[in-house]
T-cell receptor
Framework: AQTVTQSQPEMSVQEAETVTLSCTYD???????LFWYKQPPSRQMILVIR??????QNATENRFSVNFQKAAKSFSLKISDSQLGDTAMYFC????????????????FGQGTILTVHP | GAVVSQHPSRVICKSGTSVKIECRSL??????MFWYRQFPKQSLMLMAT?????????EQGVEKDKFLINHASLTLSTLTVTSAHPEDSSFYIC??????????????FGSGTQLSVL
């Protein structure tokens, strides 16, 4: 079974600063997707960024970028120029992409990291 | 953008009663829908996967007779918590998948339902 581990229960950062959230995962599959989701106090799940495992290039979305290290099974999220609206719980997630695999098409979430951006 | 509507957003019920939660894709057809459960400040745990017109697939440890899932159309899936008890109190979230795997597949989440069983 796949596991996703976020070792930082809580993080804080000053507005306009940069923060990195850690995520590691364990899988025997070679084809998969990795995601970072944001869950603000409204509890609506919002996709932040997505990475295909077969792509070596790290995904970026405006102020959000990832450091994907496939061999180390690491997938960290960097938030640049942090804004007050970035305050939320962030989840790292894994989705298998091998037909017949136990995680095919299903998201497995990490424990989450509560990020607080201070003014 | 694509929207998944989930209702009700909040429900309070008495112990022993049943509660139905609806998850509806408003502007796309969802071949697969997922149901998650989330306790306060914890992760989302997948309960079951439902495909239109077929029986839901439940994750290990989830009681299928307690959490009834129906996916009768490409736009609607329902979760019924039968004979609810206080320990069933939780935040339930649905998600819907559309598109073709490997190309334009996307996943959208509903806004969640807070269930409180007295």
């Amino acid at each position: 079974a796949q596991t996703v581990t976020q070792s930082q229960p809580e993080m804080s950062v000053q507005e306009a600063e940069t923060v990195t959230l850690s995520c590691t995962y364990d899988t025997s599959e070679n084809n998969y997707y990795l995601f970072w989701y944001k869950q603000p106090p409204s509890r609506q799940m919002i996709l932040v960024i997505r990475q295909e495992a077969y792509k070596q290039q790290n995904a970026t979305e405006n102020r959000f970028s990832v450091n994907f290290q496939k061999a180390a099974k690491s997938f960290s999220l960097k938030i640049s120029d942090s804004q007050l609206g970035d305050t939320a719980m962030y989840f790292c997630a894994f989705m298998g992409d091998e037909a017949g695999g136990t995680s095919y098409g299903k998201l497995t979430f990490g424990q989450g990291t509560i990020l607080t951006v201070h003014p | 953008g694509a929207v998944v509507s989930q209702h009700p957003s909040r429900v309070i019920c008495k112990s022993g009663t049943s509660v139905k939660i609806e998850c509806r894709s408003l502007d796309f057809q969802a071949t697969t829908m997922f149901w998650y459960r989330q306790f306060p400040k914890q992760s989302l745990m997948l309960m079951a996967t439902s495909n239109e017109g077929s029986k839901a697939t439940y994750e290990q440890g989830v009681e299928k007779d307690k959490f009834l899932i129906n996916h009768a159309s490409l736009t609607l899936s329902t979760l019924t918590v039968t004979s609810a008890h206080p320990e069933d109190s939780s935040f339930y979230i649905c998600s819907a998948r559309t598109g073709i795997r490997g190309t334009n597949e996307k996943l959208f989440f509903g806004s969640g339902t807070q269930l409180s069983v007295l």
